[in-house]
Structures are given as structure tokens and as C-alpha cells.
């Protein structure tokens, strides 16, 4: 497998990870009253997994970006 290919899949899970854990904390630390509203509404799993998804993609785009705006650096330097 290519080491860009390699660098993207692991992007990708260091973002979701980190997208699970910022959710985590917004729900946990109740910003916003969003705890009350995902708890108390019928449809709040699916607005959690919505705000999960999203938010990991944008973490895993933003990881993928400077991890190859790092890699760019370390090629430069040799």
C-alpha cells in the first residue's frame, strides 16, 4: 500500500477518535444544554452519530492536511 494511502486511513481514525472524544466532552460538560436535548428527545442517538460523523470528518481532513503538510517538510529537509 502507498504511504499516502496508508497516511490517509490513518488520518481518518486518529480523527474519528478525536471527533469521539469531542463529542464526549460536549455532551458530558452539557455546552450548550445539549446533554438535556439528547436526552429527553426520541431522535437524539441519531443526532449524536450525526454530530460524530461530521465533526470526524472534518478532524480527519484537518489531521490528513498537517500530516502531509508535515511530510512535506521532512522531504525538504533531505
Same mark, same amino acid.
Request: glycine share 8%; no cysteine.
Given at each position: 500500500?502507498?504511504?499516502?494511502f496508508? &497516511?490517509?486511513?490513518i *488520518?481518518?481514525?486518529?480523527g474519528?477518535? %478525536?471527533? #469521539?472524544?469531542? $463529542?464526549a466532552?460536549?455532551i458530558?460538560f ?6 438535556h &436535548?439528547?436526552?429527553? *428527545?426520541?431522535i437524539?442517538?441519531?443526532? %449524536?452519530? #450525526?454530530f460524530w $460523523? ?9 489531521q490528513?492536511?498537517f500530516s502531509?503538510?508535515?511530510?512535506a517538510?521532512h522531504?525538504?529537509?533531505?
Amino acid at each position: 500500500m502507498p504511504r499516502v494511502f496508508r &497516511l490517509y486511513i490513518i *488520518s481518518g481514525l486518529i480523527g474519528f477518535f %478525536v471527533s #469521539a472524544v469531542f $463529542v464526549a466532552m460536549i455532551i458530558g460538560f452539557n455546552v450548550g444544554n445539549l446533554q438535556h &436535548l439528547i436526552f429527553t *428527545s426520541d431522535i437524539g442517538v441519531i443526532a %449524536v452519530l #450525526a454530530f460524530w $460523523v461530521l465533526n470526524g470528518i472534518v478532524f480527519s481532513g484537518a489531521q490528513f492536511a498537517f500530516s502531509l503538510s508535515q511530510l512535506a517538510e521532512h522531504a525538504d529537509d533531505t
